[in-house]
């Protein structure tokens, strides 16, 4: 049996729909049962619920399991969550851990700088060094975080971010659960990390013109100050350690300026990467503020 955690969330949910698609039964992990409807109507879908911070909830759900997928929030929280989450599936003897982490396409990031980037290297020691064979995912930026940005769109029809020309290569969700899919469903991954990024490294002048197309509205791409944003993530409610964290991020990614598009992976399973104008056609809608996001899309 394969089990997927994190099931509720944006790429969790992309995976277990993946594992739909196939017709190839997969057992889910969510920590709210609640907000499983969606996922529980998949079909092949085995919906079970336990918290990855408390090994005493997760028996059933790791009984008889094969090949894990590891994902949690990317809070603060996230490295006790993990590796917590590592040792009882390692003690109840799962054979493969496949774990979902992250890579920034700028150039020259350094990932211990920022609080999220090296929690996931500090996880991946962790997991390196337990024993189970593991492999680890590094997908870049979503290009679905630019449905944070749905209200200014609507609002102003402007894109606000503090990003100046600098490039970024987002990749769709959707790639990464093709992606997760391979490597949870064939043999050969063990001891490898697959890093990946959508096809394009686009500015973000270039973001707000395919949104714009998409929409057949005008988006046009307004350059802010770290600190206006910051506010802005403040007024829509953010948390203050994510805001300033984000801020943080935001003003490295746009010292460093450029990013590297890596297609190894999809072309290594044979996937073809979705653009960023095919990604905005395909949610006009959320873009235009007609329908909201939903993670479990029917
Ligand atoms: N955002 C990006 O652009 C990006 C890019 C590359 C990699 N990543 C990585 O992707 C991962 C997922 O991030 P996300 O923002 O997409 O998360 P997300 O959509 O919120 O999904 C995370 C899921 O994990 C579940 N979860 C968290 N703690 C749990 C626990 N103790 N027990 C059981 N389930 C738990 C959450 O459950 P609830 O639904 O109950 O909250 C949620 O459904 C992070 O590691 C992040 O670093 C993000």
């Given at each position: 049996m394969i089990l997927v955690t994190g099931a509720n969330g944006r790429p969790g949910s992309a995976v277990v729909r993946e594992f739909a698609r196939h017709g190839t039964p997969v057992r889910a992990l969510v920590?709210?049962?609640?907000?499983?409807d969606d996922l529980r109507a998949l079909p092949g879908v085995d919906v079970v619920d336990g918290d990855m911070?408390?090994?005493?909830?997760?028996e059933s759900a790791l009984a008889g399991v094969d090949r894990v997928l590891v994902i949690s929030n990317a809070g603060p929280e996230m490295l006790e969550t993990q590796c917590t989450f590592i040792d009882a599936a390692t003690r109840a003897g799962v054979g493969h851990i496949v774990k979902f982490s992250g890579k920034d396409s700028?150039?020259?990031?350094?990932?211990?700088?920022?609080r999220s980037s090296r929690s996931h290297e500090q996880i991946q020691r962790y997991l390196f060094a337990s024993g189970t064979p593991w492999t680890v995912l590094q997908p870049s930026q979503f290009m679905q975080v630019y449905f944070e940005e749905v209200p200014d769109i609507v609002r102003s029809g402007e894109l606000r971010l503090p990003l100046g020309d600098t490039t970024m290569a987002p990749i769709d969700i959707d790639d990464i659960g093709e992606i997760a899919y391979a490597v949870l469903t064939?043999?050969?991954?063990?001891g490898r990390t697959y890093a990946m990024t959508g096809p394009e490294a686009l500015t973000m002048a270039e973001v707000a013109g395919h949104i714009s197309d998409a929409i057949g509205r005008p988006v046009r791409y307004c350059d802010v100050t770290s600190e206006d944003k910051q506010r802005a993530w403040l007024e829509a409610g953010y948390p203050p350690p994510r805001a300033s964290a984000f801020a943080q991020l935001f003003q490295e990614r746009s010292r460093l300026g450029r990013s590297t598009v890596d297609l190894t992976t999809h072309e290594y399973f044979g996937i073809e990467p979705t653009t960023f104008a095919e990604f905005a056609r395909r949610n006009a809608d959320v873009f235009r503020g007609a329908t909201d996001y939903s993670v479990t899309p029917a």
């Open positions: 920590r709210n049962p609640e907000k499983a911070l408390w090994p005493e909830t997760l700028v150039e020259g990031f350094d990932n211990e700088k920022f064939t043999p050969g991954h063990e």
